[in-house]
Structure formats: structure tokens, C-alpha cells
């Protein structure tokens, strides 16, 4: 049996670099256990969401409020990102080519600012009309689900923007890859998480 049999899940670094696979093993599962109870807060808000669905006191539902053309600008451009990481994750792989790996995360990055900029004004747009998150049930666990999948998507941001400095510093050594391999699985972490929503929120309101 080779040494490079054991697989975790996510990218595998393997024979490119039998240092930091074998490091990685324990450390990627222990991130596994992390995502795992994120998931299960996430579950939580799902759950509160679609109890409070028709909780809107009178005032008005998603139909009325979101935007499909925003909608699909945001899960097209998260989506997007999670190719441009993957890409990130074969430079890092097999060319070890720090520039490349660097360009990749940059176009990340934008693609990330592109999203939180997009859901941001759409918030902005509905407290000006009135529908902020005291406006009823609805639209409180509306705010908690999608505000917390957006503050995780800006926690992502700033680590792509501490691993690019990191990669900059220290170059692709063992630790800086693994620690791209755990910022990867939380990057298509949040693009799961985002395809629930736009199925349970979005999708079932604008049918």
C-alpha cells in the first residue's frame, strides 16, 4: 500500500508534496469537525426560516421584496468563485506556481466583494422600503439566515486576503498549503450553504 493512499476529503496534495499531505491529514479532518457544527447553526436558521415563512405580520413576503435579477447576479458570481478557488487549488497542486496561485485568490477575492456588494444593497434597498428585520418574523430569520451566510462569506474574504500576504511572505510551504486547503473547503462550504438558500429563500418565493 503506498504512503499516499489515505485520502481526506477535498484536494489531496499527495506525491507533489509528501510533507504536507501527511501533515494535513489530522488538521483537515479536525476542519471537517469545525464545518460540521457550523452546519449544524446553519441547519438551525434553515429551520427558524421556514417556520417564520409566513410569519409577515401583514407586511410584505419575499415576492414582493427580492429582486430576481440580483438573485441570480449573486449565486452566478459565489458560484464563479468557487471554479477561480478550485483553479487556485491546482496552481497550489500541481505547479506550485506561487503567481498563479496568487491571481487565482485575487479573482476570488473579487468575485467574494462582488457578492457581498450585491447582497448589501439589496438589504440597504429593503430597510428603505420599510422592511428591516423588526418588521416581522419573516423577515427577522430572513436577516439571520442570509446576514450570517454574508458575515461568513466576509470571514472568507479576509483569509483569502491573509493567505495571499501569507503565500507572499513565506512562499507555498507546507502550513501555507494547508491552510489553503481549509480556507478551500470553507469557501465551497459557503456555495452549499448559498444554493440552500436560493432553493428554500429565494427560489420558493419568486416561483
Known amino acids: 500500500m503506498s504512503?499516499?493512499?489515505?485520502?481526506?476529503?477535498?484536494?489531496?496534495?499527495?506525491?507533489?508534496?509528501?510533507?504536507?499531505?501527511?501533515?494535513?491529514?489530522?488538521?483537515?479532518?479536525?476542519?471537517?469537525?469545525?464545518?460540521?457544527?457550523?452546519?449544524?447553526?446553519?441547519?438551525?436558521?434553515?429551520?427558524?426560516?421556514?417556520?417564520?415563512?409566513?410569519?409577515?405580520?401583514?407586511g410584505p413576503g419575499g415576492?414582493?421584496?427580492?429582486?430576481?435579477?440580483?438573485?441570480?447576479?449573486?449565486?452566478?458570481?459565489?458560484?464563479?468563485?468557487?471554479?477561480?478557488?478550485g483553479?487556485?487549488?491546482?496552481?497550489?497542486?500541481?505547479?506550485?506556481n506561487r503567481g498563479v496561485l496568487l491571481l487565482w485568490?485575487?479573482?476570488?477575492?473579487?468575485?467574494?466583494?462582488?457578492?457581498?456588494?450585491?447582497?448589501?444593497?439589496?438589504?440597504?434597498?429593503?430597510?428603505g422600503k420599510g422592511a428591516g428585520p423588526d418588521r416581522s418574523g419573516f423577515l427577522s430569520a430572513f436577516f439571520a439566515l442570509v446576514g450570517m451566510h454574508g458575515l461568513h462569506v466576509t470571514a472568507g474574504s479576509i483569509w483569502i486576503v491573509v493567505m495571499m500576504v501569507q503565500t507572499l511572505v513565506f512562499g507555498l510551504s507546507a502550513d501555507v498549503k494547508i491552510r489553503i486547503l481549509r480556507l478551500g473547503l470553507f469557501w465551497h462550504f459557503l456555495d452549499i450553504i448559498w444554493v440552500g438558500i436560493f432553493s428554500v429563500v429565494y427560489l420558493r418565493a419568486l416561483a
Open 3 to 58: 504512503e499516499f493512499s489515505l485520502k481526506h476529503p477535498g484536494i489531496n496534495l499527495g506525491a507533489n508534496d509528501p510533507e504536507a499531505h501527511e501533515a494535513a491529514e489530522e488538521v483537515v479532518f479536525g476542519f471537517w469537525v469545525f464545518l460540521m457544527s457550523d452546519l449544524i447553526l446553519f441547519s438551525l436558521l434553515f429551520a427558524t426560516f421556514v417556520t417564520m415563512i409566513d410569519a409577515t405580520a401583514g
Open 63 to 85: 415576492k414582493e421584496l427580492f429582486d430576481p435579477r440580483s438573485v441570480a447576479a449573486e449565486t452566478g458570481v459565489l458560484l464563479a468563485s468557487s471554479f477561480t478557488f
Open 87 to 96: 483553479m487556485a487549488s491546482i496552481a497550489m497542486k500541481y505547479r506550485s
Open 105 to 127: 485568490l485575487a479573482v476570488t477575492l473579487l468575485l467574494g466583494l462582488t457578492f457581498l456588494g450585491l447582497e448589501l444593497h439589496d438589504f440597504i434597498s429593503m430597510i
